[in-house]
């Protein structure tokens, strides 16, 4: 079983940018697609974004479409989420997932001023 672990939360300000991270261990890494979700408080998790292992497609919700970017380093079996133009409703906790229904203990993103 793949154990994933996130990092770079935080609390920033509306407008800030953040990268967040996720290594992931017990598994091929370069053999997976991987991905970020998130969840609000009260809500259900929600799709964020996905890259194939290869790193050459990427799927991203289409709401964050121009703001949220992933990207991954096989070498270091390392996912990203770069993270623009935060907004308040932006806010959640952000967990990695990997292939095989495998998440990390998530990351908390607070966007306020």
């Known amino acids: 079983q793949a154990h994933l672990v996130e990092s770079g939360g935080g609390l920033v300000q509306p407008g800030d940018s953040l990268r967040l991270s996720c290594v992931a261990s017990?598994?091929?890494?370069?053999?997976?697609?991987m991905g970020w979700f998130r969840q609000a408080p009260g809500t259900e998790r929600l799709f964020v974004a996905a890259?194939?292992?290869?790193?050459?497609?990427?799927y991203l919700a289409d709401a964050l479409q121009g703001r949220f970017a992933i990207s991954r380093d096989n070498a270091q079996n390392t996912v990203y989420l770069q993270m623009n133009s935060l907004t308040p409703e932006d806010t959640a906790v952000y967990y990695c997932?990997?292939?095989?229904?495998?998440w990390g203990q998530g990351t908390q993103v607070t966007v306020s001023s």
């Open positions: 017990g598994l091929t890494f370069s053999n997976y697609i």
């Open positions: 890259m194939s292992a290869d790193g050459a497609s990427t």
């Open positions: 997932k990997g292939p095989h229904g495998d």
